[in-house]
Structure formats: structure tokens, C-alpha cells
């Protein structure tokens, strides 16, 4: 592989593994070793994948609390013609991470960018939940403040994608407890250390999530993957729905017995309850057309 040469350097945007070092690819490799420079979330953390691969290049520092001098600083040097590979410390760069910043930047300044692809958490977290993927929200880290946290997953509740999170051990079981207020005991699916030795994924409800981590306290970094919300109205407003449909056909001729159970089938609700319902709206006196339950 070549690098592009021109009177500007290039961004190479690199993804890294999130584990497991025999992830790293060949194109990968041999970016790292061609560019002029890297721009490393931690060096210390990209360091030791450069001991491994037996590359030496020159680290310039890039996280969140940098960002705007480092940034400036790396952006001159690809203006001036050097090409930069910019790293997180496991995955790919701007995926919940202060990489997106730069990427931005060289974008202002009509820097070419180019992506060499690899592991990244949330869509292996994903295709290994068996939850359905064809469309789905990626939501990273939720707020470490109360009140903004819980503000995010009251408007998720509705959400009908499903949903990828990034959690830290220290924080999960809260947020367990959290997502279990705002949207009830759904299905989810938890992955911790990917690629890694100690990898595991579970998939359960909500609850049961929590009783686990209770008896076994979170070690590693989570990938959280929650189905979203059903498409199927709440119950309340499905029997609404039905008792009023009922009640259309009842003034059009029709007896209670097969308005309701008309008025079952198109809205799904159960025959004797929105049967019983009906009664109750009888006037005073009035019988029911049966004594026997509908079934």
C-alpha cells in the first residue's frame, strides 16, 4: 500500500484492536509504518502496539482535554505535507471518542481523509446480541449526572431501534437500574472484555441482568445492546380502541356478543375483557346476551 502524496498531507483515520493484538490487519500495519506521524488518544496504551508491531514513529498526544492546542499543532503539520494516522486507544477513532474532533478540523481545512476500517465495540456487541440490527441507535456513554441521565432515557423510552451503550464497571449497575426505570424489563444483551480472554456476553431481561451483576460484580469494559421499544400500542389504549369500535357496531344493529367479538379480532384485545367491559357500560338493568364467558 501506498501513501498519497500531494502538497498536503493525508488523515488516516485507524482503527485498532479492541483486544485482541492478532486483529490487526495488514493495511493497518502497514499505515502506521508509512505515515509520518501518530496521533494517539494514549500514547502509553498506542506505544505498546507499536513495541509489538516493531514500528517506530514519532506519538503526538490527542485527547479531550488537549484537543484544541494538540489539534491546531497536528493539523499545521498535515498542511505543511506530513501524513498523520490518527488512533484511539482500542477501536475505531470518533466512535465515542475525542477523534471526531480532529476529523472536523482536517475537514474545515480540506485535508483528504482516509479510512482504514477494523474492530469496533458497538457493532460487534451488536452482531453478537441476536437482537435485530438493521436498524439501530448508537447512544455511547450515557451522563454521569443524575438528572441529565435520566432526562436521555426517558426520551429513549419510545425508541423502537435498537439500542447500543457504553458503560464502565463502576457505573453499570446503576445504569442497569436506570434503563430498568425508564423502559421496563426489556431483553438485553451485555458484552464485556471483546476480543480479550475473559470475553462473555449475556442476554436476558433487564432485571435478570441485575440480580447477575449483584452476585458477581462488573469487571472489564460493557457494551449494553437493548431492544427497543414494541411496536404494539400499550394495552390501556388497545382496549380503548376496541370498546369504542364495539360500541359503533352495537348502534349499527349489531348484538354485544359479535360486536365484540368483531371488534376483538381487528384490535387484538381479550374477548372477555372487552366483553366485561361492555356490560359494565349496559344501562341499568339490561342483561347480557349470555351468562357464558367468550373464548
Known amino acids: 500500500m501506498s501513501i498519497e502524496c500531494g502538497d ?51 506519538l503526538v498526544s490527542y485527547y479531550e482535554h488537549n484537543s484544541r492546542e494538540s489539534g491546531e499543532k497536528i493539523l499545521g503539520r498535515v498542511i505543511s505535507g506530513e501524513n498523520c494516522a490518527l ?77 447500543v451503550f457504553y458503560e464502565a464497571p463502576h457505573k453499570l449497575m446503576r445504569t442497569l437500574n436506570d434503563m430498568l426505570a425508564a423502559f421496563g424489563d426489556r431483553n438485553i444483551s451485555i458484552s464485556r472484555e471483546l476480543t480479550k480472554v475473559f470475553e462473555e456476553t449475556i442476554r436476558c431481561k433487564l432485571s435478570e441482568a441485575i440480580t447477575h451483576f449483584e452476585l458477581t460484580p462488573p469487571r472489564g469494559e460493557f457494551t449494553l445492546v437493548i431492544e427497543g421499544a414494541d411496536d404494539a400500542p400499550p394495552a390501556e389504549q388497545t382496549l380503548d380502541e ?37 356490560i359494565k357500560q349496559q344501562p341499568d338493568g339490561a342483561s347480557a346476551p349470555s351468562g357464558r364467558s367468550i373464548k
Open 242 to 278: 376496541a370498546i369504542s369500535a364495539a360500541e359503533s357496531y352495537i348502534q349499527g344493529g349489531m348484538s354485544v356478543k359479535d360486536a365484540v367479538k368483531k371488534a376483538s379480532d381487528e384490535f387484538g384485545a381479550p374477548k372477555n375483557t372487552l366483553y366485561n367491559s361492555m
Open 87 to 163: 488512533v484511539t486507544d482500542a477501536g475505531t477513532p470518533g466512535i465515542s471518542d475525542p477523534g471526531e474532533g480532529l476529523v472536523r478540523l482536517c475537514i474545515g481545512a480540506g485535508i483528504p481523509i482516509l479510512i482504514i476500517p477494523g474492530p469496533c465495540a458497538a457493532v460487534s456487541a451488536l452482531t453478537l446480541s441476536g437482537l435485530p440490527a438493521g436498524r439501530f441507535t448508537f447512544e455511547g456513554f450515557l451522563s454521569t449526572a443524575r438528572k441529565s441521565r435520566s432526562r436521555r432515557l426517558t426520551e429513549l423510552k419510545a425508541e423502537k431501534r435498537t439500542m
Open 8 to 58: 498536503r498531507g493525508t488523515l488516516y483515520i485507524v482503527a485498532t484492536p479492541i483486544g485482541n493484538l492478532g486483529d490487526i490487519s495488514a493495511r493497518m500495519e502497514q499505515t502506521l509504518r508509512d505515515v509520518d506521524f501518530i496521533a494517539a488518544e494514549d500514547t502509553r496504551v498506542t506505544r505498546k502496539m507499536l513495541e509489538r508491531l516493531d514500528i517506530k514513529k514519532p
